[in-house]
Antibody
């Protein structure tokens, strides 16, 4: 059974940093693209970033470029999102999402999400 | 960036009804379109990819169609568990973009 479990969310002050993690199990992690998608309170889904299976290809939404860094550790079956220079508008639930095999952003499985709150 | 526009933004329907949600892309995305269902407080669930292919385990009451710029999601025989918010997403090119969502409510 595919499982994606996010952690690392919490309350952080504007300008601060946070590192999210996603522990994957139930599939061969090192063969799939992975994504982060977020959802601000009461709002829709917003794609954040994608990373290829070997980390060779990485993509970011413009509003996160230069502040967020996606990475993965295939030996640990883990996906990460390092978030720096956080702003109030980054407050959201962050979902880890697996792309279907041979796809980059066609999601088939989602984690339960982790809440990030940016507030003073 | 490719803009995805869903209509309607909200929809009221009764148990047993058949409903259709539309999604329009601002440029040709072939069939690189997915649909997701989200219930309050829960993670999204993947329903359809490739505009019309059902994800594993998704009942055939859900169907998708379209290509190019115009797409639709149809749900037949609505049941209480189908009342949720539905999102379309294009994965033709980066940045990946979602529609604003369609909230399906019980009449």
């Amino acid at each position: 059974e595919v499982q994606l479990v996010e952690s690392g969310g919490g309350l952080v002050k504007p300008g601060g940093s946070l590192r999210l993690s996603c522990a994957a199990s139930g599939f061969t992690f090192n063969t799939y693209y992975m994504n982060w998608v977020r959802q601000a309170p009461g709002k829709g889904l917003e794609w954040v970033s994608s990373i290829s299976s070997s980390s060779s290809f990485i993509f970011y939404a413009d509003s996160m470029k230069g502040r967020f860094t996606i990475s993965r550790d295939n030996a640990r079956n883990s996906l990460y999102l390092q978030m720096n220079s956080l702003r109030a508008e980054d407050t959201a639930v962050y979902y880890c999402a697996r792309a279907m095999y041979s796809s980059s952003a066609k999601v088939d499985y989602w984690g339960q999400g982790t809440l990030v709150t940016v507030s003073s | 960036d490719i803009q995805m526009t869903q209509s309607p933004s909200s929809l009221s329907a009764s148990v047993g009804d058949r409903v259709t949600i539309t999604c329009r892309a601002s440029q040709d995305i072939s069939d690189y379109l997915a649909w997701y269902q989200q219930k309050p407080g829960k993670a999204p669930k993947s329903l359809i990819y490739g505009a019309s292919s059902l994800q594993s385990g998704v009942p055939s009451k859900f169907s998708g169609s379209g290509s190019g710029t115009d797409f639709s999601l149809t749900i037949s025989g609505l049941q209480p568990e189908d009342f949720a918010t539905y999102y379309c997403q294009q994965y033709d090119s980066y940045p990946i973009t979602f529609g604003q969502g369609t909230r399906l409510e019980i009449k």
